[in-house]
C-alpha cells in the first residue's frame, strides 16, 4: 500500500471554461524520442486500469510559463513577449535533465524533472520578458513550480495503490537536452491538453527544437 491517493484532474480550474484558450509556454517532446518512449511503455504498464486518461504521446508536455488567456491578451503584447524571451534566451545554454520515473501523484501519473532547479533558467528568463513587456506584478504567480511530465490525468478520486504496483517495476528514466520551449495555445476541452504552436523560443544558438 502506498497511501497515495489521486483526485479528479478535470475540474474547471479558475478562469478556465469550454472553448477558452491560453497562451503558454511549455517544453514539448515531438523530437524527443527516448521520453515518447519512455512513455508509452510506462503507459502500457497501466493499460486496463480505470480511473486514467492517458495523454496521446504528441501531447506530452512540460508545463513552464503561462502568459494568459488569449481573450485577455493583446496580441502585440504576445508579438512583444515572444520577441523578448528570444532575446532572453539566447544568453541561456542547453539544458540537460532526466525525466522519470513514472510514479503516481495527487492528480495523475507523473514523471518527475531532475536534477531539480536546473530548468529555472529557462523560466526565469521567460518570467523576466513577461516583466520586461507588462510590469513584474503583471507576470503570472507561479511560484509553487515542479517540473514534471504527466503521462495520464486521473478522472476520478480515490487510492492510487494500483497504479503504484503496475508501475512498481518500471524504474525507466529519459536523459535529454531541452534546447527550446514553445508558445502555444493551450485548450482542455475533451479531458485533454492540445495545442497549436503559436512561436518557437530556442535557447543559445544551436539549441532550436531539442537536442537528442
Wanted: aromatic share 8%.
Amino acid at each position: 500500500m502506498t497511501g497515495v491517493t489521486v483526485a479528479d484532474h478535470w475540474w474547471w480550474r479558475p478562469g478556465w471554461r469550454p472553448g477558452r484558450r491560453m497562451y503558454t509556454f511549455h517544453v514539448t517532446f515531438g523530437n524527443q524520442p527516448a521520453v515518447l518512449g519512455l512513455a508509452e511503455r510506462a503507459q502500457g504498464h497501466l493499460a486496463g486500469l480505470p480511473g486514467l486518461d492517458m495523454v496521446p504521446l504528441r501531447w506530452l508536455h512540460l508545463t513552464t510559463q503561462g502568459i494568459g488567456f488569449t481573450d485577455e491578451v493583446k496580441g502585440t503584447d504576445v508579438e512583444a513577449i515572444v520577441s523578448t524571451a528570444r532575446n532572453r534566451l539566447a544568453a541561456v545554454t542547453p539544458v540537460r535533465v532526466t525525466i522519470g520515473p513514472a510514479r503516481p501523484v495527487s492528480e495523475g501519473i507523473a514523471c518527475a524533472v531532475t536534477p531539480g532547479g536546473t530548468l529555472d533558467p529557462i523560466r526565469n528568463g521567460l518570467r523576466d520578458a513577461i516583466a520586461d513587456v507588462w510590469s513584474p506584478d503583471r507576470v503570472p504567480d507561479e511560484a509553487a513550480w515542479e517540473p514534471h511530465v504527466s503521462l495520464a490525468y486521473s478522472n476520478r478520486s480515490g487510492p492510487a495503490d494500483d497504479y503504484a504496483a503496475a508501475l512498481a517495476g518500471h524504474a525507466e528514466v529519459a536523459p535529454i537536452t531541452v534546447g527550446a520551449v514553445e508558445l502555444i495555445v493551450l485548450g482542455r476541452d475533451r479531458h485533454v491538453y492540445e495545442w497549436d504552436v503559436h512561436s518557437t523560443v530556442p535557447l543559445s544558438p544551436g539549441g532550436a527544437g531539442g537536442l537528442p
